[in-house]
């Protein structure tokens, strides 16, 4: 089985940087999907970056693209997120996720299996 636990999170002014980190326990397999979604209260969970385990093919949703980064440490089974130039509207708790479905709409949160309990993060403005 699967474990993620999260770290990195906090408050932040609008403007500001912050790394998420996900440490993952149990056997990864080189086909899984490794990423991040965020919900807010009140709204729906929504995929945030994603990236193919074996090969760093990597999918952002549109909020993201140029601002969010996410990368893997294989050697530190360790998944990232770096987050720059926050806003506002990203305030939500962050979950780093896994699953082993294919690379198709992989910015779905059905598609994965294994979630992490979540780091918040807040920007202030």
């Known amino acids: 089985q699967v474990q993620l636990v999260e770290s990195g999170g906090g408050s932040v002014q609008a403007g500001g940087s912050l790394r998420l980190s996900c440490k993952a326990s149990?056997?990864?397999?080189?086909?899984?999907?490794l990423g991040w979604f965020r919900q807010a209260p009140g709204n729906e969970r929504e995929g945030v970056a994603v990236i193919a385990h074996g090969s760093d093919t990597t999918a952002y949703a549109d909020s993201g693209k140029g601002l969010f980064t996410i990368y893997q440490d294989n050697a530190k089974n360790t998944l990232y997120l770096q987050m720059n130039n926050l806003k506002p509207e990203d305030t939500a708790m962050y979950y780093c996720?896994?699953?082993?479905?294919?690379?198709?709409?992989?910015?779905?949160?059905?598609?994965?299996?294994?979630w992490g309990q979540g780091t918040q993060v807040t920007v202030s403005s």
């Open positions: 149990g056997y990864i397999n080189y086909s899984y999907s």
């Open positions: 996720v896994a699953g082993s479905g294919t690379w198709y709409d992989p910015l779905s949160p059905g598609k994965y299996d294994y």
